[in-house]
């Protein structure tokens, strides 16, 4: 299944030279003047990454006073991203978890971050279950940041259509024959996570890195209720 796909994936990647900084986008969120709701408190908090890989975007918060976390999709894919930031003096703990159930109590996190996680449900049903659940874990007014694919990238363009927002996914990788729900614009996420957010602001990356067309959509906002 999917799950055991990027468990194999995973355990490959590790061998290899795997990029080990975060995102940019982030990193510009985080530190830059582009948000009108701007996050004040980067210290003594809890911070929560879905489905969060490498852990490289973890990175960002390591510091004595923050509590670290994650999720991926199966235990040996969590124990090999804990493993590496162990190596690298980044104290985490990554659980088996995802978008749909999240190993964490209720009203838990400062913040939480999606990068390019969200996507992986496949309907509307389960895309509003995951918004649901990284509400549910979030401390009152906690922040959430969400990447997902947007619609000029490539692996979106490649795709096949077969529901609303439905795409299978074609000529990439292993991914190839995997069903996923991709946000055709800024005003489709932000329609939906307004269920359960407010003070929501958008954005969108968007670049040609030598032959390959990415792009991003990115919300943030905080939790408004339950």
């Not at 995102?23 to 004040?40: D, S, T, V, W």
């Not at 990284?134 to 000029?152: C, D």
């Not at 529901?163 to 729900?181: A, C, L, P, S, T």
């Amino acid at each position: 299944n999917s799950f055991k796909n990027w468990q194999t994936f995973y355990k490959e990647f590790f061998k290899n030279d795997f990029p080990k900084w975060p995102a940019e986008p982030l990193i510009r969120i985080l530190n830059g003047k582009y948000l009108k709701y701007r996050i004040k408190k980067k210290t003594n908090v809890k911070i929560l990454d879905v489905g969060c890989g490498t852990g490289n975007n973890l990175i960002l918060f390591n510091n004595k006073k923050n509590k670290l976390y994650g999720t991926e999709v199966t235990t040996k894919t969590a124990k090999l991203t804990q493993d590496y930031l162990k190596s690298i003096n980044v104290e985490a703990e990554i659980l088996k978890g995802t978008n749909l159930k999240l190993p964490f109590k209720n009203n838990f996190f400062d913040i939480l971050i999606s990068v390019n996680t969200i996507h992986y449900e496949k309907t509307n049903k389960d895309i509003l279950r995951s918004l649901r659940e990284y509400n549910r874990v979030l401390k009152k007014n906690g922040k959430v940041i969400i990447f997902t694919v947007g619609p000029s990238h490539d692996i979106f363009k490649k795709a096949k259509l077969y529901g609303k927002n439905q795409y299978e996914v074609q000529n990439w990788d292993f991914r190839n024959g995997e069903k996923y729900f991709y946000f055709e614009s800024e005003k489709y996420l932000k329609f939906y996570s307004s269920k359960f957010f407010k003070n929501i602001e958008t954005g969108r990356v968007r670049e040609n890195l030598m032959k390959i067309n990415l792009d991003f959509l990115i919300l943030t906002g905080n939790k408004w209720k339950s």
